[in-house]
Nanobody, 118 residues
Framework: QVQLVESGGGLVQPGGSLRLSCAAS????????MSWYRQAPGKERELVAS????????NYADSMKGRFTISRDNAKNTMYLQMNSLKPEDTAVYYC???????????WGQGTQVTVSS
């Protein structure tokens, strides 16, 4: 059974940091491109960052460049998102997604809430 379980969300003050984790099971993690998406209330889901199946390349949305860092540990079947210098506009539910590198088949996690507020 495929599972993607996000954790690490919470309430943080502006300028603070959080580290999100996405623990994967039920599929061959190293065959999948992994991504973080987010969805704020009333807005469409948007791509935050992605990382290739080997971890050799990363991609970020412009507004996250320099503040967020995506990484993965294929030995632990886990992906991470280090978020620094958080802003109120980063408030959203953050989702992880696994996309097979060849077939494009995808799986979603259930999301974790990040709230940036003083």
């Amino acid at each position: 059974q495929v599972q993607l379980v996000e954790s690490g969300g919470g309430l943080v003050q502006p300028g603070g940091s959080l580290r999100l984790s996405c623990a994967a099971s039920g599929f061959t993690f190293s065959n999948y491109v992994m991504s973080w998406y987010r969805q704020a209330p009333g807005k469409e889901r948007e791509l935050v960052a992605s990382i290739t199946n080997t971890g050799s390349r990363t991609n970020y949305a412009d507004s996250m460049k320099g503040r967020f860092t995506i990484s993965r540990d294929n030995a632990k079947n886990t992906m991470y998102l280090q978020m620094n210098s958080l802003k109120p506009e980063d408030t959203a539910v953050y989702y992880c997604k696994a996309t097979h590198a060849l077939s494009g088949r995808g799986y979603w996690g259930q999301g974790t809430q990040v709230t940036v507020s003083s």
